[in-house]
C-alpha cells in the first residue's frame, strides 16, 4: 500500500515523537493537537487526507505534525506508518492507539465480513501497531502505549436509548457485537502488553471514553436521546473529545510512570451507578 505524506518534514532532534492513529478526526484529532501543543512530534494516520489535512491546519505547533494516508488495518499500511515515523523522527515513544470502527445490523444478519472488519481495525491493528514500535522503545527503555477503548468494552448496549438500535423483527434487534468484542479485546490485549514490555520500561494503558460528542456525532441525536444520555451520567453532560486527550497526554508523561496495564474511564461517572 503505498503511502502519502501530507505535511511538512520534521527537524531532527531529541524531543520525543508519537504516533495517532484515526487521528482526522474526533477524539484522535484531539490526542494529536493536545500531544503536539505538549511538545511532542507527532506522526499521525488515516485513511483519507483531508480530515488529516484539517489537524495539521488547526495545530498551532503544526511544525511538528506530520501527516500520512495509510490504512491501519492493512499490514502494508502499518508497515509505511512506522516507517514514516522512524524516517522523520528517528524514534518512537509514544503509540496511541485510537483508529477504531463499528458495524451496527440486526442480529441474525451480521456477517463474517463485517466482524472481521472490525476486529482488523479495532484490535488486529493495536496489538501490530504496538508489535512494530516496541523494538524503538525498548532501545532507550522507555515507551508509552496507550489504547482508546469504550465505556462498552465492559458494558452491553441498553438499546433503550439509542435511536439507531430498533428491532428487526425476524432478523432481530439492531446490535455492534463485533464492537463490543473489540473494546473488550483491547482491555485484555493492555493487561497482556503491560505485563510482557514492563522489564523494558514501557507502559500500556486503555483510556475508555463514555458518551462524547464529536464532529461525526453533533446531531446525529435525537433531543431526546441526548436528555437520556445525559441524565445517564452523574456529571450531566457529554464529554469532549479534549477531555479524552488530556488523560492520553497524562498516561503519555513521566508521571505516568508508575501505571501500567490500567482502563481510565473518562466518563463523568457513567459507569458507577
Same mark, same amino acid.
Given at each position: 500500500?503505498?503511502? $502519502?505524506?501530507?505535511?511538512?518534514?520534521?527537524?531532527?532532534?531529541?524531543?520525543?515523537?508519537?504516533?495517532?492513529?484515526? !487521528?482526522?478526526?474526533?477524539?484522535?484529532?484531539?490526542?494529536?493537537?493536545?500531544?503536539?501543543? #505538549?511538545?511532542?512530534?507527532? +506522526?499521525?494516520?488515516?485513511?483519507?487526507?483531508? /480530515?488529516?489535512?484539517?489537524? =495539521?491546519?488547526?495545530?498551532?505547533?503544526?511544525?511538528?505534525?506530520? !501527516?500520512?494516508?495509510?490504512?491501519?488495518?492493512?499490514?502494508?499500511?502499518?508497515?509505511?506508518?512506522?516507517?514514516?515515523?522512524?524516517? $522523520?523522527?528517528?524514534?518512537?515513544?509514544?503509540?496511541?492507539?485510537?483508529?477504531?470502527?463499528?458495524?451496527? &445490523?440486526?442480529?441474525?444478519?451480521? @456477517?463474517?465480513?463485517?466482524?472481521?472488519?472490525?476486529?482488523?481495525?479495532?484490535?488486529? &491493528?493495536?496489538?501490530?501497531?504496538?508489535?512494530?514500535?516496541?523494538? #524503538?522503545?525498548?532501545?532507550? *527503555?522507555?515507551?508509552?502505549?496507550?489504547?482508546?477503548?469504550?465505556?462498552?468494552?465492559?458494558?452491553?448496549?441498553?438499546?433503550? +436509548?439509542?435511536?439507531?438500535?430498533?428491532?428487526?423483527? !425476524?432478523?432481530?434487534?439492531?446490535? *455492534?457485537?463485533?464492537?463490543?468484542? #473489540?473494546?473488550?479485546? =483491547? %482491555?485484555?490485549? @493492555?493487561?497482556?502488553?503491560?505485563?510482557?514490555?514492563?522489564?523494558?520500561?514501557? @507502559? =500500556?494503558?486503555?483510556?475508555?471514553?463514555?458518551?462524547?460528542?464529536?464532529?461525526?456525532?453533533?446531531? %446525529?441525536?435525537?433531543?431526546?436521546?441526548?436528555?437520556?444520555?445525559?441524565?445517564?451520567? /452523574?456529571?450531566?453532560?457529554?464529554?469532549?473529545?479534549?477531555?479524552? !486527550?488530556?488523560?492520553?497526554?497524562? +498516561?503519555?508523561?513521566?508521571?505516568?510512570?508508575?501505571?501500567?496495564?490500567?482502563?481510565? $474511564?473518562?466518563?463523568?461517572?457513567?459507569?458507577?451507578?
Amino acid at each position: 500500500m503505498k503511502m $502519502r505524506s501530507l505535511g511538512g518534514d520534521m527537524g531532527e532532534g531529541q524531543e520525543r515523537a508519537a504516533i495517532v492513529t484515526g !487521528a482526522g478526526t474526533g477524539i484522535g484529532q484531539a490526542i494529536a493537537l493536545t500531544l503536539a501543543q #505538549s511538545g511532542i512530534r507527532t +506522526l499521525i494516520v488515516g485513511r483519507r487526507p483531508e /480530515p488529516l489535512r484539517e489537524t =495539521v491546519a488547526r495545530s498551532p505547533e503544526a511544525n511538528r505534525i506530520v !501527516a500520512i494516508c495509510a490504512d491501519i488495518a492493512d499490514p502494508a499500511g502499518r508497515a509505511s506508518t512506522v516507517e514514516a515515523a522512524l524516517d $522523520r523522527f528517528g524514534r518512537i515513544d509514544i503509540l496511541v492507539n485510537n483508529a477504531g470502527v463499528s458495524s451496527i &445490523a440486526p442480529l441474525l444478519s451480521s @456477517t463474517e465480513a463485517e466482524w472481521r472488519r472490525v476486529m482488523a481495525t479495532n484490535v488486529d &491493528a493495536a496489538f501490530f501497531m504496538a508489535q512494530a514500535v516496541l523494538p #524503538s522503545m525498548r532501545e532507550r *527503555q522507555w515507551g508509552r502505549i496507550v489504547n482508546i477503548g469504550s465505556v462498552y468494552g465492559a458494558l452491553a448496549l441498553n438499546a433503550s +436509548l439509542y435511536d439507531a438500535f430498533g428491532d428487526e423483527g !425476524a432478523l432481530g434487534p439492531k446490535r *455492534q457485537p463485533a464492537y463490543h468484542t #473489540s473494546k473488550g479485546a =483491547v %482491555l485484555n490485549l @493492555t493487561r497482556d502488553l503491560a505485563a510482557a514490555v514492563a522489564r523494558w520500561k514501557i @507502559t =500500556v494503558n486503555t483510556v475508555s471514553p463514555g458518551m462524547v460528542i464529536t464532529e461525526q456525532s453533533d446531531g %446525529l441525536l435525537s433531543p431526546e436521546v441526548e436528555r437520556k444520555l445525559c441524565d445517564m451520567t /452523574p456529571l450531566g453532560r457529554f464529554g469532549k473529545p479534549e477531555e479524552i !486527550a488530556f488523560a492520553v497526554r497524562f +498516561l503519555a508523561s513521566d508521571e505516568a510512570a508508575f501505571i501500567t496495564g490500567e482502563e481510565i $474511564r473518562v466518563d463523568g461517572g457513567w459507569t458507577i451507578w
